[in-house]
């Protein structure tokens, strides 16, 4: 499904142990593809980061009226967040009219296969579409200081493998939005796979340069 190289790099290198062959495409260059990284200075607590809600309604307002051809989906790292991003756009959707038609566009369009949709890491499985929206959720309480390694779903023994689901579900484009820095995961090979997958991922997000495991 992918359609620029960088979407598949980062699962053959940490999953699939390099087993699969990776073609550049003719739109290696372009900078609406690939994987990228949004730095939000946001806040964690009790459960939600209001901030970085917030920068992905704007950066998702923006997709949808300069690319209404491509598809769009936001995954949260937890529910919580899920539930206030839902809130947050119904709000959107009310006021803004171009918002509101790309929506219903796409919830007819192909079907309804790939209409637009907010939802948490637990419940993406056969989900395509052309961008993906990733917020970690994750961060410090208050800016400076030390997150604390409690990263949900991503610390259980299906984190991995739900990381993994979630990084591959992009046909042109996974943005990331955080308000973590990779060295905020206190993490290695050696510990949780999940936690050590999310802290890869911001690295490679942030650089589009993923080094070798081994």
Do not use: C
């Not at 809600?53 to 491509?70: C, G, N, Q, V």
């Amino acid at each position: 499904r992918s359609e620029h190289s960088a979407l598949i790099r980062f699962s053959n290198e940490l999953v699939y142990n390099r087993n699969l062959v990776v073609f550049p495409s003719a739109s290696e260059q372009r900078k609406d593809m690939g994987v990228s990284l949004v730095p939000v200075a946001g806040s964690y607590r009790t459960g939600v980061n209001p901030d970085e809600a917030k920068a992905i309604i704007e950066a998702s307002l923006r997709f949808m009226r300069t690319h209404p051809e491509r598809s769009l989906g936001i995954v949260t790292l937890n529910q919580k967040q899920r539930d206030l991003l839902i809130d947050e756009m119904n709000y959107t959707l009310e006021r803004d009219r171009v918002a509101s038609e790309y929506v219903e566009d796409w919830r007819t369009r192909n079907d309804g296969l790939e209409s637009f949709f907010i939802k948490n890491l637990e419940n993406v499985q056969g989900d395509e579409r052309d961008a993906i929206f990733v917020g970690t959720v994750y961060g410090p309480e208050q800016p400076g200081a030390r997150v604390m390694q409690r990263f949900g779903p991503i610390n259980g023994k299906a984190g991995r493998r739900r990381l993994n689901v979630l990084f591959s579900r992009a046909k042109k484009q996974i943005v990331t939005f955080s308000s973590m820095k990779p060295s905020d995961i206190l993490s290695d090979e050696n510990s949780n796979p999940g936690t050590y997958m999310l802290k890869r991922w911001l690295e490679y997000s942030a650089s589009g340069v993923l080094e070798a495991t081994d």
